[in-house]
């Protein structure tokens, strides 16, 4: 099974980045697919709740891609048990 590559201390100082990354992203989307405001104001600053609903939904995919790779890996790792057990039992 595949051990994480960074220690708990450099995902802590990682964070900053990743979240800085999905809100430069979630903005793009917003503001590239809504036109600002009468006044100028850019679509995504105006309306901070679906900004932030944006950048949660980006935190979440990448989790539950995270949470179905390492599912898939245990899947693998408990039939490839299975399989040696039985090769084991079979005459």
Do not use: K
Not at 26 to 41: Q, S, V
Not at 45 to 67: I, K, R, T
Not at 68 to 83: F, G, P
């Amino acid at each position: 099974m595949t051990r994480p590559t960074i220690t708990a201390t450099e995902a802590v100082a990682q964070a900053g980045t990743t979240v800085a990354q999905y809100l430069s992203q979630a903005r793009a989307i917003l503001d590239e697919r809504f036109d600002p405001l009468e006044d100028g104001t850019p679509f995504s600053e105006a309306h901070p709740a679906l900004l932030a609903a944006l950048v949660s939904a980006q935190a979440a995919d990448f989790h539950s891609a995270v949470l179905l790779d390492a599912a898939h890996e245990i899947a693998d790792a408990l039939r490839s048990a299975c399989d040696n057990i039985a090769g084991a039992v079979r005459p």
